[in-house]
């Protein structure tokens, strides 16, 4: 029950392309402005025509510095490193707000230092350990990418105890600390030794969803791209981490044991998109494989409506937005037995979990479901059932009543 509306000032990375973290922080906006809240999202780049264009159009979103052109050299490193000095000193910007919100580094550097200063109190949301100081397994195998990921790896190298001071400062002090679900709260406890309160990503539960057979049979259109049915998809940010080379794999055992499906990834491209279109070339797959870009909600939505099998192939991957909306949308998932998924992932029931990067493991799962079209069924119906403990109306809930609690003396 909400008790008074706030006045919010939200911080994030930045919104300049459309991943996981950047949906549900527009979605919180959203959902918390429903509730009453007014709420402006702040964040150290802007482009709106790389991020969720048809939704952040409905936030109220603002520069924490100066937005450079696009191509401007090391443009996200200097705006996110001055950011978190200038919102500071510029701290008369933010005293209409009632209470700050981290989501994610550098939020909360922003938010205790603005704290301090007026006194005010401040949340945080966090998906993962700030990665540059605590990189996963994954993100020391592939890297975290060139220009202004190096920049900031050398300076966090340069003054690595100053920034591992600040960032389990900024996080401890927080009044209080939200995880995105229960695998990565038990690591941010092992990693910082705090206690967090869980509150994991949503989805919007549609109210009917095809049946099995229907997605089998017809096609869908998709801007100029007509996909034949039945297709398997994936829908993470092209980033080296996602790992859609499994995928790629994966489409390629089953054309030799079952039959022609086609798959689609969707997603802005970027330089890591090539080196798959490379491979899906190598395995003589390409003419099955519909590389879409970035596509609005509504096709996303029809996409998930249509699919007969999702595939998560990330293998470290902290939560997976991804799979939830699969399950929502009525589509049996395969994911690995591991990290974020092993925690919202039935196995048998709501699809299936391979062993961690075992392609064979990971295809012959894929097939099984193919293959058994009332097993499909049941585990669409189990995944749909999963997908409601993942709401956005539960999520915000959770997050209201987390904030207002922390206004309270």
């Known amino acids: 029950m909400q008790n008074k509306s706030l006045k919010i000032a939200v911080f994030h990375l930045g919104f300049f392309f459309s991943g996981g973290g950047e949906k549900l922080v527009i979605e919180e906006a959203l959902g918390l402005s429903r509730m009453g809240h007014s709420v402006?999202?702040?964040?150290?780049?802007?482009?709106?025509?790389?991020?969720?264009?048809?939704?952040?159009?409905?936030?109220?979103?603002?520069?924490?510095?100066?937005?450079?052109?696009?191509?401007?050299?090391?443009?996200?490193?200097?705006?996110?490193?001055?950011?978190?000095?200038?919102?500071?000193?510029?701290?008369?910007?933010?005293?209409?707000?009632?209470?700050f919100f981290g989501a994610n580094q550098p939020g909360p550097v922003i938010c205790y230092f603005l704290s301090r200063i007026l006194k005010k109190p401040y949340v945080i949301y966090l998906a993962q350990p700030t990665r540059l100081l605590y990189?996963?397994?994954?993100?020391?195998?592939?890297?975290?990418?060139?220009?202004?990921?190096?920049?900031?790896?050398?300076?966090?190298?340069?003054?690595?105890?100053?920034?591992?001071?600040?960032?389990?400062?900024?996080?401890?002090?927080?009044?209080a600390i939200c995880a995105n679900g229960n695998y990565i709260a038990d690591i941010l406890n092992k990693t910082y030794g705090i206690k967090t309160i869980v509150c994991p990503a949503g989805t919007h539960i549609p109210k009917t969803v095809l049946s099995?057979?229907?997605?089998?049979?017809?096609?869908?259109?998709?801007?100029?791209?007509?996909?034949?049915?039945?297709?398997?998809?994936?829908?993470?940010r092209h980033f080296p981490q996602k790992k859609f080379e499994y995928a790629i794999h994966t489409l390629k055992y089953l054309i030799k044991r079952f039959q022609a499906?086609?798959?689609?990834?969707?997603?802005?491209p970027t330089a890591y998109t090539q080196k798959i279109v490379r491979l899906s070339h190598k395995l003589g797959v390409f003419d099955l494989v519909f590389f879409l870009g970035l596509v609005n909600e509504a096709?996303?939505?029809?996409?998930?409506?249509?699919?007969?099998?999702?595939?998560?192939?990330?293998?470290?991957?902290d939560f997976g937005m991804g799979v939830i909306e699969a399950m929502a949308a009525g589509i049996p998932v395969v994911a690995w037995d591991s990290a974020g998924p092993k925690t919202t992932v039935i196995n048998g029931k709501t699809g299936f979990l391979a062993k961690k990067e075992d392609i064979n493991d990971f295809s012959s799962k894929a097939l099984i479901i193919l293959k058994d079209k009332r097993l499909s069924e049941s585990l669409g119906e189990g995944a749909r059932r999963q997908a409601y403990r993942y709401s956005y109306g539960k999520?915000?809930?959770i997050l209201s009543q987390t904030l207002e609690n922390s206004l309270k003396p």
Not at 62 to 76: Q, T, V
Not at 261 to 267: M, R, Y
Not at 299 to 317: F, G, H, I
């Open 40 to 99: 402006d999202l702040y964040g150290p780049v802007i482009d709106v025509k790389k991020c969720f264009p048809d939704l952040i159009k409905k936030v109220n979103v603002k520069p924490l510095f100066y937005s450079f052109g696009f191509h401007f050299p090391l443009r996200d490193f200097i705006a996110i490193t001055f950011s978190i000095i200038f919102a500071p000193l510029t701290f008369w910007r933010f005293k209409k707000y009632d209470i």
């Open 135 to 175: 990189p996963r397994e994954i993100d020391r195998r592939v890297g975290f990418g060139k220009g202004s990921f190096d920049a900031f790896y050398i300076l966090t190298k340069i003054f690595k105890p100053l920034v591992y001071f600040i960032d389990k400062l900024s996080i401890t002090q927080a009044n």
């Open 212 to 236: 099995q057979s229907d997605r089998w049979s017809g096609g869908v259109r998709i801007g100029k791209s007509y996909i034949k049915k039945p297709y398997i998809l994936v829908t993470n």
């Open 261 to 268: 499906v086609n798959l689609v990834i969707t997603g802005a």
């Open 299 to 317: 096709d996303l939505t029809k996409l998930y409506k249509n699919a007969c099998l999702y595939l998560y192939t990330s293998p470290q991957e």
């Open 395 to 397: 999520h915000i809930e």
